[in-house]
């Protein structure tokens, strides 16, 4: 009975310390300010959020607000922090919007499923109702507002069904495409009236835009005649005796 009993408390023990080493972050803290932007009770409000959200999809929502990320991008920050047991699941599906303040940037990073759920159509949607909000806290919210709205459609099998079907659906975007093309294109062939080579220069002048108020004549070649004149002969007899000449043309 006793050694029953040792291998209950020895087990309860495993199970504690098992959730402890993989599960606390699910338990513990998912919106961490290492800023102090956020009051207490904010960051309770935006805590119990995230909490509700992971209980009900089974994915983590985080935030994570530092001064700055030293030497490291704000990629690889996001990855070494994610890599810290958070994540649901064996792949780990989660999101972590981190947030520096010096300088002030920004950087979204997803894991899991989140790879599908938050793709570049959603991000911009999730970055876009920021516009307008004056406090970091209306931010926060309208953050886990859009992902709590992200979630709610992939577990409709939204996201799924662009997923399994991205192929056809962008074979088919495709067609779609070149089809309104060509009908656009065969429209403004039949509207080209004067698109048909014209035989005369005519067809390419403005009426009345070329007067003539003079006219010459302009030759390219001329030709010039040249006689040789005659030479007269006195002989005793007192006769004329003409010679003949031979005409030449030059040109």
């Known amino acids: 009975m006793k050694t029953n009993y040792i291998k209950t408390k020895v087990f ?17 803290q998912r919106v961490i300010d290492n800023v102090g932007v956020l009051s207490e009770i904010e960051l309770s409000l935006l805590n119990e959020k995230a909490a509700s959200l992971a ?94 709205e992200f979630l709610e459609l992939d577990a409709a099998g939204h996201y799924q069904f662009f997923i399994r079907f991205r192929i056809p659906l962008i074979i088919f975007a495709w067609i779609v495409s070149f089809g309104i093309g060509f009908v656009i294109v065969s429209i403004w062939k039949g509207q080209m009236n004067t698109a048909i080579g014209a035989t005369h220069a005519a067809a390419y002048i403005v009426p009345n835009s070329l007067k003539f108020t ?13 006689t040789r004149k005659a030479k007269s002969t006195t002989s005793s007899g007192g006769g004329l005796r003409g010679s003949s000449g031979s005409r030449r043309s030059r040109r």
């Open 12 to 28: 309860t023990l495993f199970l504690i310390t098992f959730f402890l080493l993989f599960s606390f972050p699910v338990f513990g």
């Open 214 to 226: 003079a006219k010459t004549d302009k030759f390219l070649y001329s030709t010039t005649t040249k």
């Open 55 to 148: 209980a009900s999809f089974n994915f983590d929502t985080l935030i994570l607000l530092e001064n700055n990320v030293g030497s490291l991008s704000m990629e690889d920050y996001s990855f070494r922090f994610l890599d810290n047991k958070y994540g649901v699941g064996v792949k780990a599906d989660a999101v972590l919007f981190l947030i520096t303040a010096d300088p002030l940037e920004f950087h979204l990073t997803t894991s899991g499923r989140g790879n599908r759920i938050f793709n570049q159509v959603e991000e911009y949607k999730l970055f876009s109702r920021f516009v307008g909000l004056e406090s970091m806290f209306e931010i926060y919210q309208s953050y886990f507002n859009s992902c709590e």
